[in-house]
C-alpha cells in the first residue's frame, strides 16, 4: 500500500523530491494543525515546521509514524505523548547551525555598531545623525554564550577571529578548546554581549528574567535567536524601557508571529527579526533533505537517525 507523507507548502524542491522517488502520496498543506487533519488524517509521515502541534491532534493522526521537524526545536509538540503513541519525533540537528551562527554574528555586528538604526535614519533623509548614535568596538568586550552546542561552539569559533573575550556557560560542558568557562551568574554580570543558545527545559524556560536583567551591565545588549521561551518577555520589554540594558537584538518570541499589538514595536532600542536566523537557500534544503530522509527511514522500518524520543 503507498504511504502517505504530509509536507508543508513550501518544502525545498530537493525534500519532496526525496519522497517522490520513494513513490509516496504527497500531501501539501498549510502546516497548521486543522489542515494537516483536513487533509492528511491518514497520513503514515509528517514533516512539521515550527507550528504548534498538540496532544489532540496527535492522538488523531491513527496512521502516523513519524513528525519529522523542518529544524532543531521541537518545543512545540510532546515527544514524550507522541512516543506512547509509536511515533518518532525527529530533528535536522546538522543543517541549521552554521548558518545560525553566522546570523548571530551578523547581528553582533549589527548592533554594535548601530547599522541597523543609521540605515533607517538614512532612508528618512537624515544625514547628519552619526556623532549621536555611536556604536561600540567589539575587540577586548567580553561576549556571553549561553549554551555550548553545535551553535554555541561555531559562534565562539568565529567570535575568537575578533578578539573578543569569550564567556561560556553550559552546566553539561566541562571544558573547552575557546573562550572559558563561567558560572551563569558570572556570565551575565560580565557580558557585554549575551548570545542565547539553550534548550529550552523546565530549568531554562523564561529563564532569563527580572532577576537576570539586574545582574546585567547598563550598557549590555542580549540576543537571542534560539527559542522565545527562553526570556521572560514581560521582564525584557520592562529592562528596555527602563534602559537597565542596553539594546537587544530578538528573532524568536514567545508567540509566532509577534502579536502587532506587542510593545516590542514601540521600543527604540530592540532589533526584530521574524524567526530568520536560518533562512538561507542552503539551510532550506538541507533541512528538507534531512527531514525527508527520516521520513524514508522509518517508514522503511529502520529506526531514525536523529530522534528526540523514544517509543513506548
Not at 21 to 26: E, S
Not at 167 to 175: A, G
Not at 186 to 212: C, F, P, S, Y
Request: net charge negative; charged share 25%.
Amino acid at each position: 500500500m503507498t504511504k502517505t507523507v504530509a509536507i508543508p507548502k513550501g518544502l525545498a524542491q530537493v525534500g519532496k523530491q526525496i519522497l517522490k522517488d520513494k513513490g509516496y502520496n504527497i500531501i501539501e498543506t498549510e502546516n497548521t494543525q486543522e489542515d494537516i487533519i483536513a487533509k492528511a488524517p491518514n497520513a503514515d509521515g509528517l514533516i512539521l515546521m515550527t507550528e504548534p502541534f498538540d496532544n489532540e491532534t496527535i492522538g488523531k493522526l491513527k496512521k502516523l509514524k513519524i513528525i519529522a521537524r523542518h529544524g532543531v526545536g521541537y518545543d512545540n509538540l510532546d515527544q514524550d505523548v507522541a512516543g506512547k503513541q509509536k511515533i518518532w519525533v525527529t530533528i535536522t540537528p546538522n543543517a541549521n547551525a552554521a548558518t545560525v551562527a553566522e546570523t548571530t554574528l551578523a547581528m553582533i555586528f549589527v548592533v554594535s555598531k548601530n547599522i541597523l538604526k543609521l540605515s533607517n535614519l538614512m532612508l528618512q533623509g537624515h544625514q547628519d545623525v552619526n556623532a549621536k548614535y555611536l556604536g561600540f568596538d567589539l575587540a577586548g568586550k567580553k561576549l556571553g554564550i549561553m549554551g555550548y552546542g553545535r551553535i554555541g561552539k561555531m559562534v565562539a569559533k568565529k567570535a575568537a577571529n575578533l578578539d573578543m573575550d569569550i564567556l561560556i556557560y553550559d552546566p553539561f560542558v566541562k571544558e573547552t578548546k575557546i573562550g572559558r568557562l563561567v558560572s551563569r551568574e558570572e556570565l551575565l554580570k560580565q557580558a557585554d554581549v549575551i548570545t542565547l543558545h539553550l534548550a529550552v527545559t523546565e530549568e531554562t524556560k523564561n529563564g532569563i528574567g527580572r532577576e537576570e536583567f539586574e545582574m546585567m551591565k547598563p550598557s549590555a545588549t542580549l540576543i537571542n535567536l534560539g527559542r522565545g521561551a527562553l526570556i521572560d518577555e514581560v521582564a525584557l520589554i520592562n529592562a528596555l524601557q527602563t534602559k537597565q540594558i542596553a539594546q537587544a537584538a530578538l528573532d524568536v518570541f514567545e508567540v509566532e508571529p509577534l502579536p502587532t499589538d506587542s510593545p516590542f514595536f514601540n521600543l527604540d532600542n530592540v532589533i526584530l527579526t521574524p524567526h530568520i536566523a536560518s533562512n538561507t537557500v542552503e539551510t532550506m534544503d538541507r533541512m528538507a533533505t534531512d527531514a525527508a530522509n527520516e521520513i524514508v527511514r522509518v517508514l522503511e522500518g529502520n529506526d531514525p537517525n536523529w530522534p528526540v524520543n523514544q517509543l513506548g
